[in-house]
């Protein structure tokens, strides 16, 4: 961290400002040019805030040079993080480091034989992963919110059935005995900066997909693992699901670009959720190709037997049967990027 | 709700989507001119999504004309919602329907001395409310993440020797235990969508403060308030607490448009934060007069005896002295608006 | 300006790096601690950008201290700039420096009764400015366009039977020659960077209203007045009018802290467009208030006779009646503010 | 479009407000449900403003079905728009319709060596326009302005040499006279709304390549095509390059998702620019893949021999063997998507 001094600052000043510092537990060093003095903060910076220096009578700029994220930083684990989920016959399916994960399956579970039905239908065309929501964020109180525990059970039947592994969203810490047969757990992009479920979430041992908040930065998505990981639990998987912009033709916009900049400054994987970032069903399969030629680690995608009876979230799911033609697709553009689906 | 139907529409299926729409409560009404044919929905069309319907491929366009939030709404309820708060001597402060409500105190309770002696500082210039928070939502896991219990005892404290009533921040539902004394219950702007934590808030019996997320629309903060409220809690006060934008010159945009608009929508009082909005507190003042010729019902300001070395937000907290100076200007215009502090 | 070296780098490379910046015009200060070596750029630093510097593979990290602006820096010219408009009578109407501006008056010119009609009014209202379109803006091609130079005509006629000195808009250079009895010279948001038009305006010598672009930060609107004032014309007058954000309430998002950010950065007067930030009339009223609270040196609201049939922008005009009622209340808050309409 | 009316309203008032909508040329259908009167217009609405509906008091919402932009709508026009530049030998570069034009060159014309020196490595490496900027738009007055017309004459030294179609920015209309060798003329983001500029283009009859402002929809680029192609020029190539949004890892954020949603929307190409958009050379290869994946017919690439020292946009330009090594991974992604260089 530099800390640029105002113009004519008293060197008695900057010896007690200084001190104040090194009483956060890092060295200051000094340098004085003629019309600018600098100090330069070393050691770990990642408990000091900018802003916080900023309110100093003698500081005139305040610059962090290294971020504010060990754990999730790049710098210190250069190599790609690899989470590997056990499934039936001792195989993995694994995210990152070479390894694309499909994630297909309902925005809602809502029947036995929806969930099964469209559970057998993407193994069939090659996703290595079932979604589907049984506690549902809605933005409003009366719409539907979710099967809860029934679809909970609905899903660990479709899990059975098929041998997938299953993701879901967990909404509250005190549903986390619910999760016992839950291969990934989600925190939703309107929990991403709920720090006490990340603080809790840190303790338990399981995979955690972590959306962007729809209005949160790079910076922000990796602190948001970081107060996981702070905890002891280092399987993330951070995924881009669409911000907020000016632009309201597709819901939300996605930025794909965080693709790389995740990649660049973590080790984490990271995949996308075209479903939700467009919201529009005939959006999604350009969508995700992009999204594989621009490096993501996987997908998230919304399919639903039967769109335009969906209990939620119908007009951004695609059906099975351009699910499946979409895999086609998306085989080749993982061969492109020298990845394994 | 209006649907514009598809041109070139048969009339079976017409039928048969009508239908599907009365299924789900609602009553239809079809009116057919030569080029376009257009659905009415009557009844509470709450529970529906544009955007569900919006799936269907029948459907052109769909327009809500009711807003999705009832009790919250100023069409069902259209006098002002006043909340008095009950202090010593069989007194209350009120906020709202023309009651300015003033909070005042630091973003952290960082020691005995410190609190008390804001709080004797801000009551003796006229503030209503102490504020302090005991546990902060801080975007690091290594920042200073409050005192938690500790913090509660001191501003319970404070309470006890000014007779201030307090409002802090609740980031977890398990907290609420420790909440018996405090009279304004703060849910922070990274919780406004946490709908579990709004749902059990619902359930409680005191006044809560909602700060507006720093991403969401007017409708979803006032969604927000119908998630709590369709519990039974109708004691809520709205935040604007600025947003975010392109620009970063402040920390946020405040948004006092959204004063007008939320009172113009809702019956609830609507009170500022221009501490957070801007993050500058040389501009808390400018935007605190802003805000009350804006018409808020209150504002929440934070106040720290030594903004250089508060543990959190000092850049944006005003001294004692700069909180006294604002209260006389600000009665000025209180008057004007011919409210009551 | 600042730069941060990476760690490691050789004191030749430093060497020739500093050579390289040399010859660009500026003196550098080196500064070498254990850990970070900064280099402090001393002169003028106007003309080198952060983002070049960014490119060279020595910098970890580049901080601009000085502001890029110079003429319209308050640094540089401590005290308010009044812009004063010469009327009949060898009296002057101002802005700045304690005098308030208002302007009032339609979007689009439409005819002789209309505008003559709408200036007799709002100047007996006690507006100092009439304001009113004859070349327009408008976002379809198939839109009303305005008058053009029969507009223009029309203008000059109420200027004429009123004595209210005008502020138009001028979409390109070529039409200045049509200005000549316009008193101020009003630059639209989505021209604020047409840096080309910007230097030709440098040339003349009349007062400019620059309205900020809806999506440009204040630095951008203060570099832009800079544009004008590096050609040789100090009159410059900024309006902010809304920024583009998330939420479609109002048609922009009125930006009220940008009024004392402004002022702080420039000696520049700042006015406040409520009617083209809001698109709400019922709203222009209460923004206007709030304005002038957070210190804006004016105001230009659009005020028409009809504005059901308006040619242009009627939902966001007010009524003759109530632009009178809302200066009777201005009144008010420009004596709290200490400022002479 | 569609316009509800305020339940309650008289049908002598509806008629007279029918009437008043006819006088402006469309023709009203009227359909009245029992709980909601709704009228329809049909004809041409292009020139009706939903806003300036929005102003009468019977009308409580308005819904446009249609687009408002007619040339430009795929709706009227379904094929693809091809465009052909001839180049020497009775050849053509195409862009649209299957084929990708690849522009690639630096942001400023520099010198001679400089500008064909690149010209003919990018052609070597299979690019097929060569971009260039003479002038420059600059946010401040005080950095390089581009060489002007020496720099024009430069560009077409290039031209000559290499053979490679040119496309370079206008800045002002009167600059067009130097334009006659130039193949495609730009339009730069900051003066997609300056609309006094495209309808001057659309009295032109050379192509035009219109970047996408920073912060405008996808609708307003099409309005602003629009406007070039009511005067009369057809020619017209979209560039998606980047919008504001609340995060700045990257310059702007590259909105990829506007590729299909122009192209569903209109038949005119559509081209990135991942230089401006992201502002990161090393982000640039990724995004330019993804770009193509996305549907992109082109891509637009700063291309300099020595980022370094560049004088504009060094950090976000690619050296001539980086473009060489990207361009080798294009034709992978380009052959997946059945598309011609």
Redesign the interface.
């Given at each position: 961290m530099?800390i640029?001094i105002k113009p004519g600052t008293a060197q008695e000043d900057i010896k007690n400002f200084t001190a104040?510092l090194e009483r956060r537990g890092v060295k200051v060093?000094?340098?004085?040019?003629?019309?600018?003095t600098?100090l330069?903060l070393?050691g770990d910076t990642?408990?000091i805030?900018e802003?916080?220096l900023?309110?100093?009578?003698l500081v005139?700029?305040v610059?962090r040079?290294q971020e504010?994220?060990k754990r999730a930083n790049r710098a210190f684990h250069p190599l790609d993080t690899r989470i590997d989920i056990p499934v039936a016959g001792g195989q993995v399916r694994s995210i990152g480091a070479g390894s694309l994960g499909i994630m297909a399956g309902p925005c809602s579970v809502e029947t036995r034989e929806q969930i099964v039905g469209i559970a057998n239908s993407v193994k069939q065309s090659g996703a290595t992963f079932l979604r589907g929501g049984a506690f549902k964020?809605?933005?409003?109180?009366?719409?539907?919110q979710g099967l809860g525990c029934e679809g909970m059970d609905l899903l660990l039947e479709a899990k059975k059935e098929t041998g997938l592994p299953i993701v879901t969203e967990l909404?509250?810490?005190h549903q986390l005995e619910l999760f016992d047969e839950v291969d990934i757990v989600q925190v939703g992009a309107?929990?991403m900066?709920?720090?006490?479920?990340l603080?809790e979430l840190g303790r338990c041992h399981k995979p955690i997909l972590l959306k962007r908040?729809?209005?949160c930065?790079?910076?922000?998505l990796l602190?948001a693992a970081?107060?996981i990981m702070?905890g002891g639990n280092d399987q993330i998987i951070l995924c881009e699901r669409g911000?907020?912009?000016?632009?309201?033709?597709?819901?939300n916009?996605?930025?794909?670009?965080?693709?790389?900049?995740l990649k660049?400054k973590s080790h984490l994987p990271v995949i996308v959720d075209p479903s939700h970032?467009?919201?529009l069903?005939?959006?999604v399969p350009?969508?995700a190709?992009?999204?594989?030629?621009?490096?993501a680690d996987g997908l998230i995608i919304e399919v639903h037997n039967n769109?335009?009876?969906?209990?939620?979230?119908?007009?951004?799911?695609i059906t099975p049967d351009a699910f499946d033609s979409l895999m086609t697709v998306l085989r080749?553009?993982a061969a492109?990027e020298e990845k394994i689906i």
């Amino acid at each position: 961290m530099i800390i640029a001094i105002k113009p004519g600052t008293a060197q008695e000043d900057i010896k007690n400002f200084t001190a104040l510092l090194e009483r956060r537990g890092v060295k200051v060093h000094y340098s004085a040019g003629t019309s600018q003095t600098v100090l330069g903060l070393v050691g770990d910076t990642t408990g000091i805030s900018e802003e916080s220096l900023q309110a100093h009578h003698l500081v005139e700029k305040v610059v962090r040079v290294q971020e504010p994220y060990k754990r999730a930083n790049r710098a210190f684990h250069p190599l790609d993080t690899r989470i590997d989920i056990p499934v039936a016959g001792g195989q993995v399916r694994s995210i990152g480091a070479g390894s694309l994960g499909i994630m297909a399956g309902p925005c809602s579970v809502e029947t036995r034989e929806q969930i099964v039905g469209i559970a057998n239908s993407v193994k069939q065309s090659g996703a290595t992963f079932l979604r589907g929501g049984a506690f549902k964020p809605r933005s409003s109180p009366y719409s539907f919110q979710g099967l809860g525990c029934e679809g909970m059970d609905l899903l660990l039947e479709a899990k059975k059935e098929t041998g997938l592994p299953i993701v879901t969203e967990l909404m509250a810490i005190h549903q986390l005995e619910l999760f016992d047969e839950v291969d990934i757990v989600q925190v939703g992009a309107r929990n991403m900066q709920n720090f006490t479920l990340l603080k809790e979430l840190g303790r338990c041992h399981k995979p955690i997909l972590l959306k962007r908040g729809y209005a949160c930065t790079i910076t922000e998505l990796l602190m948001a693992a970081e107060y996981i990981m702070a905890g002891g639990n280092d399987q993330i998987i951070l995924c881009e699901r669409g911000i907020r912009s000016f632009d309201n033709f597709t819901r939300n916009t996605l930025d794909l670009s965080a693709i790389p900049a995740l990649k660049r400054k973590s080790h984490l994987p990271v995949i996308v959720d075209p479903s939700h970032a467009t919201g529009l069903a005939w959006m999604v399969p350009t969508m995700a190709k992009a999204a594989i030629a621009a490096g993501a680690d996987g997908l998230i995608i919304e399919v639903h037997n039967n769109p335009e009876e969906a209990l939620c979230d119908g007009e951004q799911s695609i059906t099975p049967d351009a699910f499946d033609s979409l895999m086609t697709v998306l085989r080749k553009y993982a061969a492109l990027e020298e990845k394994i689906i």
